[in-house]
């Protein structure tokens, strides 16, 4: 089944514990992107990759960091989190540069406390 | 910097009738993308439609279309005889292609279909 997947769902943490939270995708996209969403603030994308080894910050890049060793693989890492970067991150993969359809994961909901 | 707005944070239609929500954007690009996502109650992010900015003709799906004014910068969104699987967030959504892919979303329109 061609999917996005993302782990944890879920996590809880606290301020300044690293975490990584994974996604990947098997549709042998090129275009990989991050979004957090919060309300009233809809969307904003984090980061996102046009290919392996090419990533760039979207609007809200601070406190993130994002690599792209593989095709498949797009994890998004918080090296210090912060309370502020409690959220719903979605990870979106789509074959062409992100003018074609984007498949977002389920998303993973962040606490930090 | 590009904006996106979406000035109707709720929105109610009867089943059957048909609904449409707003979206305006600001941009100095003339060449990019524009795309309404759903998402329903169990968070998942579904597109519903895509516009390309250089194509004058207004993009359909089923009972979805939309009416695109460059001019203007507008691009609304039309459900025709609404469902009740219908219920749901709405996000209108701007991609640009330079210097990269780069997407900005609306603060999103919940439309409840009424049975």
Redesign the interface.
Known sequence: EAQVTQNPRYLITVTGKKLTVTCSQNMNHEYMSWYRQDPGLGLRQIYYSMNVEVTDKGDVPEGYKVSRKEKRNFPLILESPSPNQTSLYFCASSLDRGTDTQYFGPGTRLTVL | AQT?T?SQPEMSVQEAETVTLSCTYDTSENNY?LFWYKQPPS?????VI?Q?AYKQQNATENRFSVNFQKAAKSFSLKISDSQLGDTAMY?C?F?KHI??????????TSLTVIP
């Open positions: 996106v979406q993308y968070r998942q992010m579904i597109l895509r390309e996000f959504a991609m210097p990269g892919n780069q997407f900005y979303f609306g603060t999103g």
